[in-house]
C-alpha cells in the first residue's frame, strides 16, 4: 500500500503518523505536524522504491478471514442484535469470505471493495443487502484499521454505489374502502385472526412486535399498549428503534382484543395451561405465531378472498400512517405511534399523503374502517 500520512485522532493540533505497509508488512511513526508527516513520507517512498527501508515491527499481518473471526466474535455481539449477528454470519459465510477471506488487509484495496459492490448490484441483489455487504466488509476492516495494520478503511467513501432509494415506490399501503373490505373478509373467513389484522392496521404495529405481544402489555382501562418487545427469528429483542413506545388503542380495537382475550383463555384451558396463553397472537400450541406461515395460510389467501392485489404485511403499518396522515391528523404523534426516531422520518417517508392529535384523533380510524363505528 506504500506511504500514507494521516492523523490517527482527526483535529486542529493533533499530531500527524507516517503508516508504512509493503510486502505484507506494515510500521507507523507519530512525526508531528503535517508538513514535516508529508516530507518524512517522501524520503520513505524513496527507501522503499531503492530498498534500503527496513522494517522493525516483525508482527505478521492477518488475513481478512482472520480479521472477520474476531470482529464477529466479539465486536458484534456488543454491538449488535441475534438477528443482526446471524445475518452478519452469513453474509461472510455466502458472501465476503470467498471473496476476500484469503487476502491479507494490506492487499485489500477500495477499487476491490467497490468492484465486489457493483458486481453485487449487477446480479440484481437489493441496494439494502449490499448496504449490508458493505458494512459487513467495513466493519471487518475497522478492526485492522484499529490495530494499526492498515492506515484507512478501504471500505469507506466509495461514493453513491446505486440509486437513491425510492420510499415511496416501495410502499404499498390500502386505501380505507380496501382495508374494509380485507377486515370483512378476515372476519368471514379467519375469525380467529381478525384480532391481529386489525391491531396492525389500527396500531401500526410491526408483525414482529404483534408476535411478541403478551397480555400484560395492553392496558384495556388506560386503552394504550407498551410495545417493548419484538419476536423475529425466534428471538425476542428490543423493537427496531431500539426502545419502547405506548401506542394508543381506539375504543373499537379495544373491545376486538378483549373478544380475543376471552378466546385465547378457552384455548389455554383446553391446552391444559390453565388460563390464558402468554402470548397474545399463537398458534394451535399456544405458541406465538410463526410470521411465515401466517403470511402465507391466512395473510395472502385473505387478501385473494377479498379481491385485493397482494400487499406485504408491513403495508398495513404504512396503512395506519397514511390514512391519518391523509386525514390532517398531527405528523408529530403519528410519528410517535410508529416510533419512529425523529418527525423528520416520518415525514420523508409519508410527505405523499400529507393534505393534525391524540388519541381522539385514533378513534376517529373506527369512522374510516367501520363507517359510523356499527
Sequence with gaps: MGVVVRQKVKGKGKAWWVF?????????????????AEKVAKELEAKLALGEFGFEDKKPVFTFGEYAKRWIETTVPATCKASTLRDYKDILRIHVLPVFGDLKVTDITRG???????????????????????????GVLNRAVDDEVIPANPAKSLGRLFKPKD????????????????????????????????????????????????????????RFINVSKSLVRGKVSTPKSGKGRRVDVSPQLAQVLLAHRTEQRKKGLALGLGDLPEFVFTDKKGLPIDQDVWRRRIFNKALEKAGL???????????????????????????????????????DIYYHWIPGQSKSEVDELDEVIFGNGD
Design 20 to 36: 508504512v505497509s509493503h510486502n505484507g508488512r506494515r510500521t507507523s511513526r507519530k512525526v508531528g505536524s503535517k508538513q514535516a
Design 112 to 138: 476491490m471493495v467497490k468492484d465486489f459492490l457493483l458486481g453485487k448490484i449487477n446480479e440484481g441483489y437489493a441496494a439494502s443487502t449490499v448496504t449490508h455487504l458493505k458494512n459487513v466488509v467495513s
Design 167 to 222: 420510499r415511496k415506490a416501495t410502499m404499498d399501503p390500502l386505501t380505507g374502502e380496501e382495508l374494509g373490505k380485507l377486515l370483512d373478509t378476515v372476519k368471514a373467513h379467519y375469525p380467529e385472526h381478525y384480532a391481529l389484522f386489525l391491531l396492525l392496521a389500527g396500531t401500526g404495529m410491526r408483525i414482529g412486535e404483534a408476535r411478541a405481544l403478551r397480555w400484560g402489555d395492553i392496558d384495556f382501562e388506560g
Design 309 to 347: 392485489r397482494k400487499i406485504r404485511i408491513h403495508d398495513l403499518r404504512h396503512t395506519y400512517a397514511t390514512l391519518r396522515i391523509a386525514k390532517g391528523d398531527n405528523i408529530a404523534d403519528v410519528s410517535k405511534q410508529l416510533g419512529h426516531h425523529s418527525v423528520k422520518l416520518t415525514l
